[in-house]
């Protein structure tokens, strides 16, 4: 994403500039929440954001994407909680083993391989912001001036 430097005047701009960044750099992102630690799960394949299946997307899996954004824990809505995605539903009957660092290792049918429309598509909620995250947006902040 290009964002021209006199639009980086804006603390707000700083802001969406450093958290692109990070979904950038985690390849996971949550979409339409109302606030940073909860939306639609979305992944990053081959240079493309698109959506989760709910299907058997359990506490574990959840973990590892919450963990994978800087958070400890989280909690999975089934359904299109924060509205259905566009374009590819990427992952479906997930199947972490909890101990993977990358939502995308974990098993799954295969990309874009899937029984499932968007209105299927996973929303996750995170919780406990880690200290690590805090410093880890600092820091992006910061380059991003
Ligand atoms: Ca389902
Ligand atoms: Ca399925």
Redesign the pocket.
């Known amino acids: 994403m290009q964002i021209a430097v006199d639009e980086l005047t804006s603390e707000r701009h700083r802001r969406l500039y450093a958290a692109v960044a990070r979904d950038q750099k985690h390849g996971v992102r949550l979409v339409n929440g109302n606030s940073n630690n909860e939306g639609r799960l979305e992944v990053l394949h081959n240079g493309t954001w698109g959506s989760v ?3 058997s997307f359990t506490n574990i899996d959840v973990k590892v994407v919450c963990r994978q954004l800087g958070y400890t824990n989280g909690a999975a809505l ?2 299109a909680p924060f509205g259905q995605g566009m374009g590819t539903v990427w992952m479906d009957d997930v199947a972490c083993n909890g101990t993977e660092t990358r939502i995308q290792d974990c098993w799954h049918n295969g990309w874009g391989v899937h029984d ?1 429309s968007h209105s ?1 598509d996973v929303g996750i909620r995170c919780s406990d912001y880690s200290e690590a995250l805090q410093q880890e947006i600092t820091a992006l902040k910061v380059s991003s001036l």
Request: with cysteine; proline share 0%.
């Open positions: 299946c709910d299907d089934a359904r499932c299927e």
